[in-house]
């Protein structure tokens, strides 16, 4: 081999390394007595699926994620909505909410712009937003994020605490034995798209005290203390938080 082509090969060797190093997990947990803090290159632990793909046009790429949140959370008595809910062990936002709208001028059916007031939920029919195995999917910023419950880190966890509220509340998974008081609406959308609520759309569900054993944050008691909940069905996670001091994900 001439020593253009060994220079070649040392160039997509050193490519390929960077690129398989870029995509490798690395996050770091630190907990003080004021604060938990979790650093991460927003690369998770296990497999990711294929980015872009039909209903996601972006790709996944590497972050400098530093979230810190309180390491004494207090309860207060009013439920702030939140986008960005929180981060997992594994230092992936957890991020439920989406910026989608139903748009019936947009090719994709759904844009930004929320005149219609039905918010596309991601975890909805269809896998409209092209959720992967492990109900993530990719960012414009290239962020990968979760929208579900991730069956990997269900399964990999040593316990049921999967990762942190941005209030500092834990957010546990414990299967079934968590229901949400979440249910469909009956009928029909009363304006555009019409049709029934089959859950494509966040207000397709309305709150229900007492239909579960979970608040409206999807939080509840859990050994003493209070805590939110990943759940197999809607929210899936917090909407909403809590806490009286939170920090702001992005």
Same mark, same amino acid.
């Given at each position: 081999?001439?020593?253009?082509?060994? *220079?070649? $090969?040392?160039? @997509?060797?050193?490519?390929?390394?960077?690129?398989?190093?870029?995509?490798?997990?690395?996050? #770091? &947990? !630190?907990?003080?007595?004021?604060?938990?803090?979790?650093?991460?290159?927003?690369?998770?632990?296990?497999?990711?699926?294929?980015?872009?793909?039909?209903?996601?046009?972006?790709?996944?790429?590497?972050?400098?994620?530093?979230?810190?949140?309180?390491?004494?959370?207090?309860?207060?008595?009013?439920?702030?909505?939140?986008?960005?809910?929180?981060?997992?062990?594994?230092?992936?936002?957890?991020?439920?909410?989406?910026?989608?709208?139903?748009?019936?001028?947009?090719?994709?059916?759904?844009?930004?712009?929320?005149?219609?007031?039905?918010?596309?939920?991601?975890?909805?029919?269809?896998?409209?937003?092209? *959720?992967? $195995?492990?109900? @993530?999917?990719?960012?414009?910023?290239?962020?990968?994020?979760?929208?579900?419950?991730?069956? #990997? &880190? !269900?399964?990999?966890?040593?316990?049921?605490?999967?990762?942190?509220?941005?209030?500092?509340?834990?957010?546990?998974?414990?299967?079934?034995?968590?229901?949400?008081?979440?249910?469909?609406?009956?009928?029909?959308?009363?304006?555009?798209?019409?049709?029934?609520?089959?859950?494509?759309?966040?207000?397709?569900?309305?709150?229900?005290?007492?239909?579960?054993?979970?608040?409206?944050?999807?939080?509840?008691?859990?050994?003493?203390?209070?805590?939110?909940?990943?759940?197999?069905?809607?929210?899936?996670?917090?909407?909403?938080?809590?806490?009286?001091?939170?920090?702001?994900?992005?």
């Amino acid at each position: 081999m001439n020593s253009k082509a060994l *220079l070649l $090969a040392a160039v @997509a060797v050193a490519t390929l390394t960077t690129a398989v190093y870029a995509l490798t997990n690395r996050v #770091a &947990l !630190a907990k003080s007595a004021n604060e938990i803090c979790i650093t991460s290159n927003g690369i998770p632990d296990h497999a990711v699926g294929q980015f872009p793909n039909r209903g996601n046009p972006h790709s996944i790429k590497s972050q400098n994620i530093k979230v810190c949140v309180t390491s004494n959370p207090q309860k207060g008595n009013r439920a702030q909505e939140v986008e960005t809910v929180g981060i997992a062990e594994n230092g992936i936002i957890i991020r439920p909410g989406t910026a989608d709208y139903y748009d019936a001028s947009s090719p994709r059916g759904h844009s930004r712009d929320r005149s219609s007031g039905w918010n596309l939920d991601g975890m909805g029919p269809g896998n409209t937003l092209g *959720l992967d $195995a492990n109900n @993530a999917h990719v960012d414009n910023r290239g962020i990968y994020h979760y929208h579900g419950v991730p069956e #990997a &880190l !269900a399964k990999t966890s040593d316990d049921t605490l999967i990762g942190w509220a941005a209030d500092g509340f834990e957010i546990h998974y414990v299967g079934g034995s968590a229901k949400p008081s979440y249910m469909l609406k009956n009928g029909t959308r009363p304006t555009a798209p019409g049709g029934a609520y089959d859950g494509s759309y966040n207000e397709d569900f309305e709150y229900v005290r007492g239909y579960g054993n979970l608040d409206q944050c999807n939080g509840a008691m859990l050994d003493g203390e209070y805590v939110y909940f990943a759940t197999d069905a809607y929210p899936f996670y917090p909407r909403c938080l809590y806490g009286t001091d939170f920090t702001r994900i992005r």
